[in-house]
């Protein structure tokens, strides 16, 4: 009986702890990503009239959370994309409450592709929480995924969540 029971209960807590990485849609805007839990998305437009998808949901003590634009004017040129992106993570930071940020690093190109820009940062919000953002660009797209705890961060999980986005294929 003690042979059954061990592996038995070994199995369960495996699968009750494990989470699992899925694709998933952003809503109607082309764009996907990996996460370990489903966001509702929220639709929303900009000033500009470009879309604006948002979404959120937790595993654990972790939020997810994910926003895409679909924008209405793209920009054609990738410095000026990366410097809308920023822009817009500046913005973030005023809407989320953030008060210390460690500074943007840039370089990032989603899956190696050069037509692409990304920046991260790690900031703190009033509430004392650790967050973790990363946002893309291909000038068409704005996507913004970031995680937040007040523990500290599973950074591997949410390297892997960070690096989920997806743009719309191109044809």
């Known amino acids: 009986m003690k042979k059954i029971i061990l592996p038995l209960l070994l199995l369960i807590s495996c699968t009750a702890f494990s989470q699992s990485l899925k694709k998933y849609p952003v809503s109607k805007s082309g764009c996907s990503y990996y996460n370990y839990c489903d966001a509702k998305f929220d ?14 949901c937790a595993v654990s003590d972790v939020t997810y ?8 004017n793209t920009v054609a040129d990738l410095q ?10 500046d913005f973030l930071k005023q809407s989320f409450e953030i008060t210390s940020t460690a500074g943007y690093g840039k370089g990032h190109r989603l899956n190696n592709n050069e037509s692409t820009r ?3 940062d790690y900031w703190k919000d009033k509430e004392n929480n650790n967050w973790k953002v990363k946002g893309w660009t291909d000038g068409k797209h704005i996507g913004v995924l970031y995680a937040y705890t007040n523990k500290a961060l599973p950074e591997q999980k949410v390297n892997v969540f960070l690096d989920g986005f997806r743009l719309p294929e191109t044809k």
């Open 43 to 56: 639709a929303s437009k900009s000033q500009d009239s470009s879309d604006i998808y948002t979404g959120e």
């Open 80 to 89: 000026m994309a990366e410097d809308l992106l920023i822009a817009y993570m």
């Open 65 to 72: 959370g994910i926003i895409c634009v679909k924008l209405l």
């Open 118 to 120: 990304g920046i991260i």
